[in-house]
């Protein structure tokens, strides 16, 4: 085998066009194509013994592989990335997906998170594959903050959402602190919070803070850094959400398969390389494609992941949507599925 897989510039137009048919077979049906079979599909007229030193020249490319001795031949892992990258002409969506996507998203009497979670499990439904969407730390309004003695230098600091959302943290003390300096704090704070989000507002009150613009004293400023330094580091942070893992259970058969596809699944719920790996396609822009073993994690599997960054109004890369699948998985079709999707999910965080 040569050392490097070509570009696909390399491939004569013969060449291309039997791998082309060899990977569209495999995406099909899973199964290997021989020669006898390519001679009846192709469009111009070649001789079994003519495609088999086609096919030959293709494996010690390392385009091709056979599974068994005097097989046909199935794309490599380079084979398909050669072919996603030079040879696939992406499709357009069927109306009818366009619109299952469209009303899963609609926001209409929804949480932000139940309609990406709806959104995400229509994208699954219609790519019969694992769904998966890194969804963005969502910026709540708040209403109320109060700090709550508990002795011994701790306060508990309750936050109240204008959605009626509660959330409790417990905040360490300085020595020194007193109720009255709990209750300044709190004060402070609902002054400049009230009716915004802490992102909008945490900057401004640092620098108030820095810059001795407020009238507080020492303790009380250190109580209302400590509460803000809690609250941002309590807050949900961008959060994991899986559909449909039972899809890429539909081609297996074999028991070793199906202990590796379980461990993809607990991968997929703990793994920090998993969110690493999401997490990538917020420096890219459009869709990106991660093909077997160019990942570890889906590297004993043989899955491959299409994934799109969506954006906020302001046009910032706020979170991820995509879909895992068998290595075949009909990219043309599912591409633009994914990044569809991804569009209509940053027009639903763009919205007021």
């Known amino acids: 085998m040569r050392g490097k897989s070509p570009v696909i510039t390399e491939l004569n137009d013969r060449s291309r066009e039997i791998f082309r048919h060899i990977v569209e077979a495999y995406v099909a049906t899973g199964e290997p194509i ?24 293709l494996e010690d490319f390392g385009l091709l592989y056979a599974p068994h001795t005097s097989a046909g031949r199935l794309p490599t892992q380079a084979g398909m990335r050669l072919f996603v990258n030079g040879l696939l002409e992406v499709g357009r969506m069927a109306e009818e997906e366009r619109s299952a996507i469209d009303v899963q998203c609609r926001a209409v009497g929804k949480s932000m998170e139940q309609a990406m ?5 229509a994208l699954s439904g219609l790519s019969r ?6 969804a963005p730390k969502i910026q709540r309004t708040l209403k109320h903050v109060e700090f709550v003695w508990l002795g011994r230098n701790r306060a508990l600091v309750v936050l109240v959402t204008e959605d009626g959302m509660v959330e409790n943290r417990i905040l360490d003390l300085p020595d020194g602190v007193e109720m009255s300096t709990l209750v300044e704090a709190g004060n402070y704070l609902n002054a400049r919070l009230a009716g915004r989000s802490l992102d909008e507002v945490k900057d401004e009150i640092a620098t108030e803070l820095e810059q001795q613009r407020s009238l507080l004293d020492s303790l009380t400023k250190r109580v209302v850094e400590a509460g803000l330094a809690t609250w941002a580091g309590g807050e949900s ?13 539909e081609d297996v058969t074999a028991v070793e398969d199906l202990e590796r596809i379980r461990a993809l699944f607990e991968a997929l719920e703990t793994s920090e390389q ?25 590297g004993v599997t043989g899955c491959s992941m299409i994934v799109a960054p969506y954006r906020d109004s302001r046009e910032r890369i706020v979170g991820a949507i995509g879909v895992i699948g068998p290595q075949r998985i009909n990219y043309a079709r599912i591409i633009p599925m994914v990044d569809y999707t991804a569009k209509v999910i940053g027009r639903l965080i763009g919205q007021p």
């Open 117 to 121: 979670t709806e959104a995400l499990s």
């Open 129 to 134: 594959c694992a769904g998966v969407v890194l």
């Open 274 to 298: 998993f969110l690493r790996l999401v997490d990538m396609t917020q420096t890219a822009d459009g869709v990106q494609i991660f093909i077997g073993a160019e990942n570890d994690l889906f």
């Open 34 to 57: 021989g020669s006898r079979t390519l001679s009846r599909r192709l469009t111009v007229s070649l001789s079994p013994a003519t495609i088999r030193n086609v096919m030959a020249d």
């Open 237 to 249: 942070q961008s959060a994991l959400i899986v559909r449909g893992q039972s899809h890429l259970l």
